[in-house]
Structure formats: structure tokens, C-alpha cells
């Protein structure tokens, strides 16, 4: 079976070891020299003056919001396609999370749709995901934003190392939120996230915000605190595993690349691999989605979709009342499905991916 997904192909030849030890043998493990320096190197790479470690990518959405200023019943504009992550920390502080339209060819936020939210609700903070990789339009969503006085919060979790321009995911709006899940880009070995911010603000309400609100030693400054920490561990493993992020997204894009000149003339709709996607994940869209991911199964294919149900769709927010009309959103739901993409993936299991793809097809027409 070809995973969605492998953490020994992605770790081939890294040595994970020395990174634990040298934690071990210091015997410190929260917020240590580790997570200090890993923030240091992070925040550089991100062309961002700051990278604060908190303990998920979810926690790392949450404390961002809180830190722009978002309160209980105040309203979080974000995309309805993105897994629910955004609508989850929104959630969790007592916000209401509603929906702007995605485009339809990069399946981010769309600025027409944004400023049309943004005229008729006034969000108190907007969350634009850089979705599967893809970098959103930046250039368009953030003057919308600013003009009307509302904090972009950018969700890089799938986006770690996305540029265009020469700037880097987490590097357009007010504050950025990364996961390193093990799966993600630049993975841990475990949980983990990061908040980036060019505001020194955000960065200080941030910095307490993960731990327990204290401005210092235990004194509480800041309501509204939480323990959300990167530990040491995880800290030192990321840190070795950054120096080859960009290589390893090359090679994401390598795969992604040989993909679509594979797939070209197929009934199928393949992503556009610019030098600015990250390509977090390989997703292609087509009517017949379940078929075909039934057919890789039955292939030695692992396939998955990213995400079956829209945000405004799920159980937990039906009985909101308002149903805002998303066509992009609902038939990307029922379309999108992703195929295996990642840093080692070899030559000849990319063909037997391609392979399994053009059968489908073949025995169809
Ligand atoms: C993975 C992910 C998150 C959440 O990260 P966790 O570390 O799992 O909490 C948030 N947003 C997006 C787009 C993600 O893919």
C-alpha cells in the first residue's frame, strides 16, 4: 500500500536522534533553550520579527485571535472548506465563526467574497488558510482588511514555507498561526504550533497568553491565559528539520509536477503547482471522487479527502439558524480528493500512483 503519507520516507536519512539527546542531557524540558532558539530560527525563516512555540496549531489560532483583540460574541470571518481548525478556535473563546466564498481555482478566500462578508458583518478578525499549500491572494485580501480596520490572521498550518515575492507564508498579515503536527511540512514528533507576528503587541499578549497570562513569574496580567507550550523536545527536532523544508518542498512540487503532466487529458481537475505552493497536499477534483478513491483502495493507493464536510455544514453548527450560500465551498466538499505527495515518495511509486489513476479511467472511459 502507497500511504497518504510516510514519516520514514519524510525522515530518510535525518538523524532524529541527537536533537533528543541533547535535550536529554541537559534535563530541561518547557521553554528552554530549545524553543528559544528554535523561535529565533523560525521567526528568520519566516522574514518575521517573532515566533512564539504553543502546543498546537489549533491553541496557536486561538491564543492569535485572542491576542488581535477577538472577544466572546464577536464574529471570525474564515473559509468554510479549511477542516473546521479556524471555526474550532473561534469556538473555544466564545466567538462566532462565519463564512466568505473560496475561489474557485485556488479554493483559498476569495477578496470579492471577503469584502462583501466584511461590508455586511464587520468580523473582528479574518482568517485567511494558505489551503493544501496554496498561498492566498494576499495582495488582495490584506488592503480589503486594513481599510477596513479588521486583523488578518493567517493560518500557515498547511503552508509552512509558501512564498511569493520573495515573501514567506506568515509574512502578510497581522499575526500567523503554524501546527507542526507530525504530518505537516515541518513536522515534530508529536504536537506542536507556533504563532508568528511582526507586532510586538500581539507578540507580548502571545508570550503570556500560553502561560497562564503571567506578564511575569506569577503575576497575572493577562486574562484569558492558558498553558499552550512547545516543549524542548519537539523544539530541538524542528529545529534540525528546518534547514531542509525548502528542499523538501522542492520535491513536493517535483511530485505534483509529474502529476499533472501524467493526468493531462484526464477528466480531472489538477492543482496549478506555482512556485508558490507548498504543496501540503495533492488535491484533485472530479465528479466521480468516491469511485475513484474506492478504485485506488483497491489499487495499494492511499487516498483521502480534505474535507468531506463544509465548516457551516457540520452537526455542531447546524442549529445556528443562518445558512450562508457557499456553491465553491459545498461542491469542492463533494469533489476534492487528495493523492500521496510527500518528500521521498519514490520515482516508481509515483508511477504506480499514476498508473492506478489512468486504470480508472481507462476501464471507465
Ligand atoms: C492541521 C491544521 C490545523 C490544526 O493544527 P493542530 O496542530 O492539529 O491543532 C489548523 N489549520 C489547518 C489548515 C490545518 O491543516
Given at each position: 500500500?502507497?500511504?497518504?503519507?510516510s514519516?520514514a520516507?519524510?525522515?530518510?536519512?535525518?538523524?532524529?536522534?541527537?536533537?533528543?539527546?541533547r535535550?536529554l542531557e541537559?534535563?530541561?524540558?518547557?521553554?528552554?533553550?530549545?524553543?528559544?532558539g528554535?523561535?529565533?530560527?523560525?521567526a528568520?525563516?519566516?522574514?518575521?520579527?517573532?515566533?512564539?512555540?504553543?502546543?498546537?496549531?489549533?491553541?496557536?489560532l486561538?491564543?492569535?485571535?485572542?491576542?488581535?483583540?477577538?472577544?466572546?460574541?464577536?464574529?471570525?470571518?474564515?473559509?468554510?472548506?479549511?477542516?473546521?481548525?479556524?471555526s474550532?478556535?473561534?469556538?473555544?473563546?466564545?466567538?462566532?465563526a462565519?463564512?466568505?466564498?473560496?475561489?474557485?481555482?485556488?479554493?483559498?478566500?476569495?477578496?470579492?467574497?471577503?469584502?462583501?462578508a466584511?461590508?455586511?458583518?464587520?468580523?473582528?478578525?479574518?482568517?485567511?488558510?494558505?489551503?493544501?499549500?496554496?498561498?492566498?491572494?494576499?495582495?488582495?485580501?490584506?488592503p480589503?482588511?486594513?481599510?477596513?480596520?479588521?486583523?488578518?490572521?493567517?493560518?500557515?498550518?498547511?503552508?509552512h514555507g509558501?512564498?511569493?515575492?520573495?515573501?514567506?507564508?506568515?509574512?502578510?498579515?497581522?499575526?500567523?498561526?503554524?501546527?507542526?503536527?507530525?504530518?505537516?511540512?515541518?513536522?515534530?514528533l508529536?504536537?506542536?504550533?507556533?504563532?508568528?507576528?511582526?507586532?510586538?503587541?500581539?507578540?507580548?499578549?502571545?508570550?503570556a497568553?500560553?502561560?497562564?497570562?503571567?506578564?511575569?513569574?506569577?503575576?497575572?496580567?493577562?486574562?484569558?491565559?492558558?498553558?499552550?507550550?512547545?516543549?524542548?523536545?519537539?523544539?530541538?527536532?524542528l529545529?534540525?528539520?528546518?534547514?531542509?523544508?525548502?528542499?523538501?518542498?522542492?520535491?513536493?512540487?517535483?511530485?505534483a509536477?509529474?502529476?499533472?503532466?501524467?493526468?493531462?487529458?484526464?477528466?480531472?481537475?489538477c492543482?496549478?503547482?506555482?512556485?508558490?505552493?507548498?504543496?501540503?497536499?495533492y488535491?484533485?477534483?472530479?465528479?466521480?471522487?468516491?469511485?475513484?478513491?474506492?478504485?485506488?483502495?483497491?489499487?495499494?493507493?492511499?487516498?483521502?479527502?480534505?474535507?468531506?464536510?463544509?465548516?457551516?455544514?457540520?452537526?455542531?453548527?447546524?442549529?445556528?439558524?443562518?445558512?450562508?450560500?457557499?456553491?465553491v465551498?459545498?461542491?469542492?466538499?463533494?469533489?476534492?480528493?487528495?493523492?500521496?505527495?510527500?518528500?521521498?515518495?519514490?520515482?516508481?511509486?509515483?508511477?504506480?500512483?499514476?498508473?492506478?489513476?489512468?486504470?480508472?479511467?481507462?476501464?471507465?472511459?
Amino acid at each position: 500500500m502507497i500511504p497518504l503519507y510516510s514519516a520514514a520516507a519524510v525522515h530518510e536519512g535525518l538523524d532524529l536522534r541527537a536533537p533528543l539527546l541533547r535535550v536529554l542531557e541537559r534535563q530541561w524540558f518547557v521553554l528552554g533553550e530549545e524553543v528559544r532558539g528554535f523561535e529565533a530560527e523560525f521567526a528568520a525563516w519566516c522574514g518575521v520579527p517573532h515566533a512564539l512555540g504553543v502546543a498546537n496549531g489549533t491553541d496557536a489560532l486561538e491564543l492569535a485571535l485572542r491576542a488581535v483583540g477577538v472577544r466572546p460574541g464577536d464574529e471570525v470571518l474564515c473559509a468554510a472548506n479549511a477542516g473546521f481548525y479556524g471555526s474550532t478556535a473561534a469556538r473555544a473563546l466564545g466567538a462566532v465563526a462565519c463564512h466568505a466564498d473560496v475561489d474557485a481555482a485556488s479554493l483559498t478566500l476569495d477578496p470579492v467574497a471577503v469584502r462583501a462578508a466584511i461590508t455586511r458583518r464587520r468580523p473582528a478578525a479574518v482568517i485567511v488558510t494558505h489551503l493544501y499549500g496554496q498561498l492566498a491572494d494576499m495582495e488582495a485580501i490584506v488592503p480589503i482588511c486594513r481599510a477596513a480596520g479588521v486583523p488578518v490572521v493567517e493560518d500557515c498550518a498547511q503552508a509552512h514555507g509558501a512564498q511569493r515575492g520573495g515573501r514567506r507564508a506568515g509574512a502578510f498579515g497581522d499575526v500567523a498561526c503554524f501546527s507542526f503536527y507530525p504530518t505537516k511540512n515541518l513536522g515534530a514528533l508529536g504536537d506542536g504550533g507556533a504563532v508568528v507576528t511582526p507586532r510586538d503587541d500581539v507578540a507580548a499578549a502571545v508570550r503570556a497568553l500560553r502561560q497562564y497570562g503571567w506578564e511575569a513569574k506569577y503575576h497575572v496580567v493577562h486574562d484569558g491565559g492558558r498553558n499552550s507550550r512547545l516543549d524542548e523536545l519537539q523544539a530541538a527536532v524542528l529545529r534540525d528539520k528546518l534547514p531542509h523544508l525548502a528542499r523538501q518542498n522542492a520535491e513536493r512540487r517535483a511530485i505534483a509536477r509529474r502529476y499533472n503532466a501524467a493526468f493531462e487529458g484526464l477528466p480531472l481537475r489538477c492543482p496549478a503547482v506555482g512556485d508558490d505552493h507548498a504543496m501540503h497536499l495533492y488535491v484533485v477534483r472530479l465528479d466521480r471522487r468516491d469511485a475513484l478513491r474506492a478504485h485506488l483502495q483497491a489499487a495499494g493507493v492511499a487516498a483521502d479527502v480534505h474535507y468531506p464536510v463544509a465548516d457551516h455544514l457540520q452537526a455542531v453548527v447546524s442549529a445556528d439558524g443562518e445558512r450562508p450560500a457557499l456553491p465553491v465551498t459545498e461542491a469542492a466538499c463533494a469533489s476534492v480528493l487528495s493523492l500521496p505527495c510527500y518528500p521521498g515518495l519514490r520515482p516508481d511509486e509515483a508511477d504506480q500512483v499514476i498508473a492506478a489513476v489512468r486504470g480508472f479511467f481507462a476501464a471507465r472511459g
